[in-house]
């Protein structure tokens, strides 16, 4: 047997092919684009991960055998877009995405109602879905009229390999219409927000299953009429399920296009005050907090792309051992933030510049900058009572010795490095598949992975660098006063 992870990311889609040991048996990926249309904007074409992912199982279907045998398929996506059909399951528009921001009037009108908060747990953020419609309500009334479901990326697919419009509870808990408590549709969010429950998706758990292979899709893909679907997850759900993070205390930290603060809880912790989120996790009766910095490793890429060097060059140009703290901060406000300021217009900036300021020094600041922004929400999450028994470095960033070892001193907070290549969404997307194709005890699937190294704070620089952390918690006020 073998089972299918998705992982339906903001600017490709990759997928992994495990057997029921979780044991990798092949992967594959395809790309697509973001259209950012006006300031704040970002959207994506529903269409275009259609097509990425049937170029992407052809790849896999050429390359690993063990694809015919398969048996379960599991969908993880990035969160919070807003994907609208109408009554013959036709999208309306492009999906509005999570890092569009141009719902902030729509999302501080509803969280200046206390029934968000309190029924949702969490801040209605601009980038969460609720706003987004009703900002659709207000500027395309016609589209607006002639919904009939909305989905989230991950439902949507979905909704195309099974033909259901069915949503898991960790997608869900992002939309501001879950109540994370019951783990159901709020009918008050609902109607407060001007939508029926009839346009809202059928709710499982990530891991039980949420429909079956449609006929035609998997003729085409030579696979059996009965490869089950699991309910999926959101993102930063499944890859807590991909590194065996489903436990109170176990967590990760990611250094992808995005940062992510990650923590499993046994309880449901709500702290909206905080702009920690406060989720449903992907596997019954579990929950997780998590806070985001919009632009993580996306800070080195806008640097890679001014200065004309790639972000390896960048911070291999800084040496192998942990520099002290530079001369020059960095704000990694490029697109707003949110834990812990919640403040969509805010953006980055450098001080300290000066006529001898070099690239290394600009590298060095958004290193930290970054780590400073984690640290943020890091001690977000802490204030809430949750401890991190085990905290995994996962993301692009995490290839980074230099970067680790710096985060690692500003946590002060050991940092695990999970051995082998697969770990994140799609593996946990994947193992959703399992579960909910098998039947197997979620315990049993979703296990922590080998630790291939763990970086240890510079003990040595740590009192250095919480000084800097000090003098980066007072950037956010200044940027703020500009305006």
């Not at 010795?401 to 593996?427: D, K």
Request: net charge negative; aromatic share 8%.
């Amino acid at each position: 047997m073998s089972f299918l992870g998705i992982d339906l990311g903001t600017s490709g889609l990759r997928l992994v092919l495990v057997n029921e040991r979780s044991e990798l048996l092949g992967v594959a990926e395809a790309g697509y684009s973001v259209a950012q249309p006006h300031t704040g904007w970002s959207e994506q074409d529903p269409q275009d991960w259609i097509d990425a992912l049937h170029t992407a199982v052809a790849t896999l279907r050429q390359n690993c055998p063990a694809f015919a045998a398969l048996k379960g398929i599991g969908v993880a996506g990035h969160m919070h877009g807003a994907t609208l059909l109408d009554e013959s399951n036709n999208v309306l528009r492009p999906c509005i995405l999570w890092n569009d921001t141009r719902s902030h009037a729509q999302a501080a009108q509803m969280d200046a109602d206390p029934a968000f908060r309190e029924v949702s747990g969490n801040i209605v953020f601009p980038g969460f879905t609720a706003p987004k419609l009703a900002w659709v309500k207000q500027h395309e009334p016609e589209v607006f009229s002639r919904i009939a479901k909305v989905l989230l990326p991950a439902a949507f697919l979905n909704h195309y390999l099974t033909g259901a419009h069915v949503s898991d509870m960790s997608d869900s808990a992002g939309t501001a219409w879950l109540d994370v408590r019951v783990r159901d549709w709020s009918p008050e969010l609902l109607e407060r927000s001007g939508i029926r429950p009839d346009q809202m998706p059928e709710l499982v758990e990530g891991c039980a299953p949420a429909g079956t292979l449609r006929p035609e899709i998997a003729a085409q893909w030579g696979v059996s009429r009965n490869v089950s679907v699991a309910g999926g997850a959101g993102d930063n759900a499944a890859a807590a399920c991909g590194m065996g993070a489903v436990h109170e205390g176990q967590g990760f930290v990611s250094l992808g296009t995005s940062g992510v603060v990650l923590v499993a809880r046994d309880q449901l912790v709500p702290a909206p005050q905080t702009s920690v989120h406060s989720f449903c996790h992907a596997v019954p009766d579990r929950w997780y907090q998590m806070s985001v910095m919009l632009a993580a490793a996306d800070s080195m890429t806008w640097l890679g792309t001014i200065t004309g060097q790639s972000p390896a060059a960048l911070t291999a140009g800084l040496g192998a051992n942990l520099r002290d703290p530079g001369p020059v901060h960095f704000a990694p406000y490029l697109s707003g933030e949110r834990t812990p300021h919640n403040d969509a217009h805010v953006r980055g900036g450098f001080t300290g510049l000066g006529t001898n300021t070099t690239p290394q020094d600009l590298t060095q600041a958004v290193l930290e900058g970054v780590c400073f922004g984690l640290r943020d929400g890091f001690e977000a999450i802490a204030s809430t009572g949750a401890r991190f028994k085990t905290l995994y470095a996962i993301g692009g960033g995490a290839a980074s010795r230099y970067w680790l070892e710096m985060l690692a001193t500003v946590l002060h907070t050991p940092l695990h490095i999970p051995a082998g290549q697969e770990f994140g969404a799609a593996l946990g997307a994947a193992r959703l598949g399992i579960v909910a194709a098998t039947g197997a005890a979620v315990e049993d699937v979703m296990t922590p992975p080998k630790t291939a190294e763990v970086i240890m704070p510079n003990d040595r620089l740590v009192p250095a660098y919480d000084a800097a952390y000090s003098d980066f918690r007072r950037l956010y006020p200044a940027l703020k006063a500009l305006g």
